[in-house]
């Protein structure tokens, strides 16, 4: 007898990017897939109609982000199986991606066989995790974290806010945001505020909508 296919649902916000993810797991024998969506909202709607056993999910989308999709997703289905597929490559985002119950993550420049492989795995409930990403979990790891408050701070700061804007967006006195900002530098071994965003950005700890 024949083994079922491995049912996915692919969720990405670019047409192009579904229509590619599609063609590369239509030429396996093995897999077919079965629904797309192209937001959180959708992606979360999907999982509960098709129920696949695996969700390709980008991070960025429309609306609800993939991060919230996953978490959406797994309140459905506590077992659901889903590998993160995304440009973000920052150890934050990897963090709170399997934080969120992801399986895996796989960055985009690694798709076909690295893909397929990859969903073979998850669908036989293993977590594999390349040497780099966890390399920069690692690394993640041995950093001072960031309070919820440092990051609401640090957000405003990469949308070019000043003290007093901060300080009334966040209901706080405009003396307490330059501590917040000290704390901020030291954690992220940078000693100005575009330094502080730079290495954000790359971490993945804010990001530019």
Request: hydrophobic share 45%.
């Amino acid at each position: 007898m024949t083994a079922p296919k491995i049912r996915l649902l692919c969720v990405d916000d670019h047409r192009i990017v579904r229509e590619g993810i599609a063609a590369i797991i239509s030429r396996q024998a093995d897999m077919t897939v079965v629904a797309f969506a192209a937001s959180g909202e959708e992606a979360a709607t999907q999982f509960k109609r098709f129920k696949p056993d695996v969700t390709l999910m980008d991070l960025r989308l429309e609306g609800t982000s993939g991060l919230h999709a996953i978490q959406a997703i797994r309140r459905e289905q506590a077992d659901a199986r889903i590998i993160v597929l995304t440009m973000y490559a920052g150890d934050e985002d990897i963090h709170q991606a399997l934080a969120a119950g992801a399986a895996t993550y796989l960055l985009k420049d690694s798709l076909s066989h690295d893909l397929i492989t990859t969903v073979r795995e998850v669908h036989a409930g293993g977590h594999p995790l390349s040497p780099d990403l966890k390399a920069k979990l690692a690394a993640r790891a041995a950093q001072p974290t960031l309070t919820l408050r440092e990051v609401q701070v640090l957000k405003l700061v990469a949308q070019g806010r000043r003290n007093k804007e901060i300080a009334a967006i966040l209901g706080m006195s405009v003396e307490t945001v330059p501590v917040h900002l000290r704390s901020i530098f030291t954690k992220l071994h940078v000693n100005e505020r575009t330094a502080a965003v730079n290495v954000a950005l790359r971490r993945g700890i804010v990001h530019i909508e």
